[in-house]
């Protein structure tokens, strides 16, 4: 997901250029599984220093459940909000000064390539749930034997609870 801004480089601040994104992103990371392809408009902006990227993107994947580890497919949405700074001067082509905590991510090479594609695996990898859930009434997996409760219900004989606390089974029943 490269892009040549030389050309809106050389234009003043504020200039814009828009572009549709239509991109597999299979081999992006091993920890996304997409069902299908990476979608939506982005908007190049230019400012005084380099180029402001935005853009509402979108896209499904496949991810398992925390409850009851079936895989299910999940909508994403993946908003984009960066800016990527220059480190050659377009004019002139003198390197441009970089600062220690600049991201590598977020610059623009000596060839004025601009490359997305980390800035949104990581934009993606944020989107992603920390317990993706299939369902919101998902029962989850039995404790005691592992089956899937969606599935089947499990007639396991009730605990036993621990002596110390029958006093309080006796509060629950009251």
Do not use: W
Not at 29 to 56: A, C, H, K, W
Not at 64 to 88: G, K, N, T, W
Not at 123 to 136: E, V
Request: aromatic residues 2%; contains cysteine.
């Amino acid at each position: 997901m490269q892009f040549n801004v030389s050309q809106l480089l050389k234009e003043g601040a504020g200039a814009l250029r828009q572009h549709t994104l239509h991109e597999n992103i299979e081999r992006l990371d091993p920890d996304i599984t997409p069902l299908s392809t990476l979608d939506g408009t982005i908007q190049m902006i230019r400012t005084p220093t380099g180029v402001y990227v935005r853009g509402n993107l979108h896209c499904s994947a496949e991810l398992v459940c925390a409850r009851c580890l079936d895989p299910f497919s999940m909508p994403l949405h993946i908003p984009l909000d960066e800016e990527f700074q220059s480190i050659v001067d377009i004019a002139t082509g003198a390197t441009l000064p970089v600062e220690p905590d600049d991201e590598l991510a977020t610059q623009i090479d000596d060839r004025h390539t601009l490359d997305l594609t980390e800035v949104l695996r990581q934009d993606i990898l944020l989107a992603l749930p920390p317990f993706p859930i299939c369902r919101t009434n998902c029962a989850g997996l039995c404790p005691a034997c592992g089956k899937n409760q969606n599935i089947e219900k499990c007639n396991h004989p009730e605990e036993k609870i621990d002596p110390r606390l029958q006093v309080l089974e006796q509060l629950l029943k009251e």
